[in-house]
Every structure is written in C-alpha cells, then in structure tokens.
C-alpha cells in the first residue's frame, strides 16, 4: 500500500445513545477527568434479574476516592446504593451461588475483610464474614456456595491468611535493612521493595451456615518447600488468574517460581491445586513461555487458558489452549487467528468460550466455537458506533452477555446484551456528566508505513473549532501497545484536544492489534521503523486535514513513548516546539541494570545482558545522541518507579541542563511507572498542560 487512506471518516459518536447536548457545554477540563465516576467489576445475580458494579466517587474538593456497590434491574432502570458502609468504601461485589447473599470487601473494620449483605431481609445491614490478620486482596466464592479463596500478602509459612509474624523471620538485626539472600527471586518490583520472605498467597476456607468464614485455611501453594511464588502473580494479577473446578472440589491458579531466575522468567504456570494440603501439580510445565488465565468450563470437561509460547517474551501472542479434563487430550484452539486474547469466559452450554482480543483500534468480543476453532466477531455496538474497549466479560444462565465498554467518547459503562443483539446500557454513572462537555472529535486513518505495511493512527479535535489548531503527536508506552479506542485516565486525548490542541497518535511497528508480525517488528529495531512510522504519520495526518498547524506542533510519550522523546531529540532534533517526556528510557546501559523485570530489557535487545552484547543496546541509545539535542523538553519521573528508574529522568534532565536547552522537571516522590493520585494528576495536567502553552500558545 503506497497511498494514503481515509478510514471510517469522523467518528463523533458517543458510546451509546445520549440525551440532547445540553444547551450550553463547556470543555473537559482537568477537573472533569479527576472526577468522572469509574465503573468496574459488574455481576449479574443467579436468577439474571439483578446486576450490581463497583463504582469509584471522588470528592471534588478533597479528590479523596471512594468505591460504593451500585444494583440496577437487568431490563435496565433506575440505579440504587447498596450495602452502604458510612466511611468505609465497597469493592468487588459477588453473588452467592443461591442469590441470597451479595458478598464484598471493606475495609469499615480497619483492614480489608470479606463482608455480606443478606439480600433475603429487607432492610438488613451489612455483617463482617472474615477477621484475618491481613488484608484480604481479592476472594472467589466456589460454585456450590460451601468455600471460599481468599487471597493477600503473608509470610510463605503463615498457614492462613495473616500471622503474628511476617517475612522471613532469619532476617539479621536490630537494623531496618532488608536482607536478600543468594536466590531471592526480585528484590524490588514495579512500586515495592520486596518483603523476604512474604508473598501473595490464596487460601480455601469453609462458609457456615450464615455465610461467614470458618474453619482452617487449605493453602494453595501446598507445603513449604514446594511452589513458592505470588498467587496472584504481581504487579498486576487478579481474580481471572484463580478459578475454581465446577465441582467446587480443586482450584486452578497462576504462579512464578520465585527464585534466582524470577526477574529472567515470564514462565507463570496454571497449577492445579485439589484442597488436600498436598503440593499443586502443573499441566503447563512443559511450556517456557506464559500461561494464564485458567477457565475451566461449566460442565467440568475442559480446562481453558491462554499461552506465550516464546520464553522471556512478555507481549508474545496469547493462544486459547484447551485440556479435556477427563481424557487429558488438549490442543491449541486459536493457532490459526492471528490476534491476542486477553480475557476468557464460556458459555453456559461449554460449547463455546467468549474472548477480548484487540483488533485494529478497537478491543471487541469474539465468539470461539470448541469444537472448530471458528471465530466469530460479535457486534456489541449500535449501528454507527464503533465497539471501543470491551472488558469484564461474563455470560448469564440464559447466554446474555454483561461486559463493560470504554472509548475515546467515555468511560466504561455497564453493558448486558442478548445473543445477536447489540448491548443495552445499564449504568448511567457518567451520562450527564459527558452531556454537558463540549465534544471531540475522532477520526481514523490509515498509511503507508515503514516497509510500505499499513500503519493505523488518530486525530481528535475539539468539534466545531474553526482556524488552525497546534497539533500534538502523542507516542504510546509498552512498546506493545496501543492508543485505541479506549478511555483512559491518564493519557486522555479528549482532555488535550477539549483544550484547543489537535491529537495525533500513530499505531507504528511494535503496536498491538495488527497480528503478531507487526508486533514483534519493533524487536531490536527501538529507534528504527517506530521513528519512521511517526514521521509518515504525521505527515499523512497533516495531509488529510489542512485544520492541523503542522508548523505548530509538540510530541509527548511516557514509558517507550518517553524513550522515543528522548530518541526524537536527538534524530529529529528540528521537528518539533518542544517534547514531553515521561518516564523514559536516556540511557540503555544503566537501564540495563536497573531495571527490575529484566526479561523485558533483554528480549527488546537480542535476549542477551548487557555485557554480552553492548552493541545491540548501544545501537538505539538515546544517550549517543545528545550532542544534537535542541528541542525545549519537560521531563516527568517518579521515585517510586522501578520499572524505568527515575535516575533516567535526572540523566535527561542533566544534559538538557549542560546543553543550554530550555528545560524543566518534575519529580514525584509517592508514584510509581503511572501518576495515579489525584492530586498528582491535577500537578501533571496543569504542568504539562503549561508547558504545551508555553510553547505553542504563546502569549499575544
């Protein structure tokens, strides 16, 4: 493909159907974003008749956030509070299997504990149904309504969730250091410094009679000595890495070894664990890649999961693989569709399993039949809306699908739509909220990008703006990424554009959603084809819509995207007005050993260490290239961030510093990778925000 190609044209469509523009609108201002309700984690009850979520307030003047439960009819309607706790906060709301108690965590007693909600008494309030040492992180009810996981932080020798103790109790003192010994597995990850000895561990335990915690704790992860690793795995595991067997008998859950060679691995295994005491076994050893999140059907006849299939490869593809429980018989079930699953869940006849998987800017639901491997596509959306981002997907008895969906337009919102129909929108917590914000607006466009493969991209703009608009070209973190379709709190196009600014982001060589080809394209090639594709991107942007100031023009990225401001300075150094860089790589060699999760930096460069293969590093290092740099940068970095540690961020700044280039940084102490609090967010919009000002809106 040669040419330029306008796709789909201007998509100015909310999620869903809403009331008339309210007659006076005003732009998304940092505030709207700070302040929008998040809506999560929907369930349905057994009867179907019921559906409640997670839904998260923040207080516009303190930004303190807090998460209440929220239940609507399925047929839709007015939604109500429930299971309110007065200063406190409720999360991760679940049916009992009978439908006669809703079950979930708050912290109103002073830690984080299972509570219930009797939903046979009108009026009652909610009671406590555990008392744990520790905080409970996360719990599964078992399907005969008779046990529950539980899972949190403890010591690899607690035998339930909590001791007196914690960690490993050899450690030397009197001091406060920690003391990692030979072996230790990571020392610090994401945000934490590791506490020896202590884990994320899952444990079954009975319910009485009214529901409540009782008995003694079955530890998943069997004797001491045997599995030793997070369950779930950390930073990011949840709930979809436990699953209980249909007879409620045996546990499926997902684990690393922690050892020597856990920052090396991406070998998480699906385990099996059978509640007798005994260790775990494993049907996936055999592969070194990952495997996750276990699904097993309603019948009790197939265990279903997703796996990598290359070791030390953390953005592989993700093949549906299927293991007839009874003959042990399994094959891959999706190694012909070239696209990456990320959520699983069957239907209720166990014929067929429903998948998220990302597909060119959108991330819809999909349809796999078992005994053919066929996909099918489901079409979610209305009629002239796009299917954005489907997420927490589950199937009702009688096949009705409840998801979550997010775009551009908006956060996610709560879904329950009837096979071959489109979704029906049952949650409201945004709706006149987004009335009442000016809109934006979002097209889609193809190119030509490096080695002539078609390369996807964006613009947002504010609707209805006249004359020319200064153009902002956003590059995605990961590299494995995408801007898409979705809603995010954090790099949210809508708030830039809703601020006068043209969006511009390009889905270049590495980007997810196109096939595992294009994927892996950006392997040992960091500054190579992802550099050439921005640039014809920008280009084919400014060609199709003469509104965008392409003289006018700044770049912003975090993560990769940071790593590319820091390359674009020094290859691209005439450009742009200026550069936003967040959390970027400067230098590859000390990000060589500084890094935590050290698979990631070692696939990305030949999957060799640093001292084995400089040259591979040093070929994309954007240290190499600060003589040329000119371009007026804003570097942003956090102490907490381990995964690109904020020594990067000080480097980048220093050069900029000694060069002379008008520069600023901001340096958060309490933040990780991510900005996540609300008042650090407000810093960094009215920062950058200032800074893209500065530069592109300079004062008459």
Not at 82 to 110: Q, T
Not at 271 to 299: R, V, Y
């Amino acid at each position: 493909m040669k040419h330029l190609s306008v796709a789909l044209g201007a998509l100015a469509f909310a999620l869903v159907a809403s009331p008339a523009l309210a007659q006076s609108t005003h732009a998304m201002s940092i505030e709207d974003l700070l302040t929008l309700k998040r809506v999560a984690a929907p369930v349905a009850s057994p009867d179907g008749k019921w559906v409640v979520w997670q839904q998260t307030d923040t207080d516009p003047a303190s930004y303190k956030r807090t998460p209440g439960l929220w239940r609507v009819s399925a047929k839709g309607g007015t939604a109500e509070r429930v299971a309110d706790l007065p200063d406190a906060g409720e999360s991760s709301p679940a049916f009992s299997p009978d439908g006669k108690r809703l079950y979930f965590i708050s912290g109103k007693s002073g830690s984080d504990q299972l509570w219930l909600l009797d939903l046979t008494m009108p009026g009652a309030a909610p009671v406590q149904a555990s008392a744990f040492k520790a905080d409970v992180a996360g719990f599964q009810l078992s399907p005969d309504g008779k046990r529950v996981l539980v899972w949190g932080d403890v010591a690899r020798d607690c035998p339930t969730l909590g001791c007196d103790s914690s960690g490993d109790t050899s450690q030397p003192g009197p001091g406060s250091g920690r003391h990692y010994k030979d072996g230790a597995g990571f020392v610090r990850h994401w945000d934490a410094w590791e506490t020896p000895g202590n884990y994320s561990r899952g444990f079954a335990l009975a319910l009485d009679g009214a529901g409540k915690v009782a008995g003694d704790a079955i530890a998943l992860d069997g004797p001491v000595g045997t599995l030793t690793g997070d369950i779930p795995t950390k930073p990011f595991g949840g709930a979809e890495e436990l699953a209980w067997a249909a007879d409620s008998q045996s546990v499926f859950f997902v684990a690393r070894q922690a050892d020597r060679g856990e920052p090396l691995s991406t070998d998480t295994n699906v385990w099996h664990s059978m509640l007798d005491g005994k260790a775990p076994h494993s049907p996936t050893l055999a592969n070194k890649g990952a495997d996750t999140l276990p699904t097993p059907s309603p019948d009790g006849q197939w265990l279903a999961w997703v796996a990598m299939a290359r070791p030390g490869y953390e953005a592989d593809r993700q093949v549906v693989q299927l293991l007839n429980l009874k003959t042990h018989e399994r094959r891959a079930l999706t190694a012909a569709w070239d696209r990456s699953v990320s959520s699983l869940a069957w239907t209720p006849d166990s014929k067929a399993l429903l998948a998220t998987a990302e597909d060119v800017l959108d991330t819809p639901l999909f349809r796999i039949d078992v005994a053919s491997g066929k996909v099918e596509r489901q079409a979610l959306a209305a009629k002239g809306q796009t299917e954005g981002h489907v997420a927490n997907v589950s199937v009702l008895k009688d096949g009705r699908v409840l998801y979550t969906r997010d775009g551009v337009a908006g956060p996610a919102e709560v879904f329950i739509a009837a096979k071959g129909k489109s979704g029906q929108q049952l949650s409201q917590a945004n709706t006149a909220r987004l009335a009442a914000i000016a809109p934006v607006t979002t097209s889609r466009f193809s190119f030509a990008g490096a080695q002539g493969d078609t390369v996807w991209g964006q613009v947002h703009k504010p609707a209805g703006a006249s004359g020319k608009l200064p153009v902002l070209l956003f590059v995605h973190g990961g590299p494995q990424g995408s801007f898409n379709d979705a809603w995010s709190f954090r790099w949210n196009p809508k708030v830039f554009a809703s601020q006068g600014y043209a969006v511009v982001s390009v889905d270049f060589h590495g980007s997810t959603g196109y096939g595992q080809a294009f994927t892996d394209a950006i392997n040992r090639d960091w500054g190579g084809k992802p550099l050439e594709d921005l640039q014809k991107g920008l280009a084919a942007a400014l060609a199709r819509d003469s509104q965008l100031d392409g003289a006018n023009a700044c770049a912003l990225g975090a993560s990769y995207g940071g790593y590319m401001m820091n390359w674009i300075a020094g290859k691209w150094p005439d450009r742009f007005k200026c550069l936003v860089q967040h959390d970027g790589v400067f230098d590859a060699r000390a990000m060589a050993y500084e890094t935590e999760e050290l698979w990631f930096d070692e696939w990305e460069h030949g999957g060799k260490p640093y001292h084995e293969a400089p040259a591979e590093y040093e070929k994309w290092n954007p240290v190499n290239h600060v003589d040329k740099w000119q371009t007026p940068m804003l570097v942003i970095t956090s102490e907490k961030d381990f995964r690109i540690p904020y020594t990067q961020g000080l480097a980048a700044f220093t050069a900029l510093q000694r060069k002379g280039v008008p520069s600023e940084l901001l340096v958060f102490p309490d933040e990780n990778h991510w900005v996540l609090k609300p008042k650090n967010s407000k810093q960094w919009h009215q920062t950058v925000l200032g800074w893209l000002d500065r530069w592109l809106k300079p004062a008459k």
